[in-house]
């Protein structure tokens, strides 16, 4: 991996820490236990859009990690799973060139599954898939809203940026001007 390709990772690990954390300060309890905004995701749908899949894996993985060291290591398998399925489900998705804002609210209801899933499995308890609908509904408002935030902050640094510009030309991020 090249210099800047690191440098890059590094910057989008660290914004995506961060993000983590002012996403924990939102209390969005009152919708459903332990929901949050999802705001790192803004991070990892840039990086669906403008890295190579092996990048945004890298970016994920060591978003996960890290994470759980600072904010608390009993979260991880949790963690690891919605964002591996997540990570999953936004690749194909923007393989299959669905709008942004829909690979994004795919993202957040993978990563829901994820999370019930490996709930379910740690708790031996299958009754948790009840909880399900609720974060189907969850994810889809969530991942609108950061499916909508990274599409107006990727457009905006196109506008400045030749490399981004190119890697967004012909999404509906940036459609081709006929």
Known sequence: MSTAKMARLAIMTALALILSFVDSLIPLDFAAP????????????????????????????????????????????????????????????????????????????????????????????????????VLMVVGVLTGTATGLTAKHVMRALAAGDTHIREGLTGTDILPRHK
Do not use: C, D, W
């Not at 709008?99 to 740690?122: C, D, F, K, L, P």
């Open 34 to 133: 332990g929901v949050k905004l999802g705001l790192a995701n803004t991070v990892l749908l840039y990086a669906v859009y403008l890295t190579r899949p092996r990048e945004a894996v890298l970016l994920m993985t060591l978003k996960v990690i890290l994470s759980s060291l600072l904010f608390g290591f009993s979260q991880f398998p949790y963690s690891l799973a919605g964002g591996v399925l997540s990570l999953l489900a936004m690749l194909t998705a923007r393989k299959l060139r669905f709008h942004s804002v829909t690979v994004s609210i795919t993202g957040s209801v993978a990563h829901h599954i994820g999370q019930i899933a490996v709930a379910a499995v740690i708790t031996s308890t299958t009754l948790l898939v009840v909880y399900l609908p």
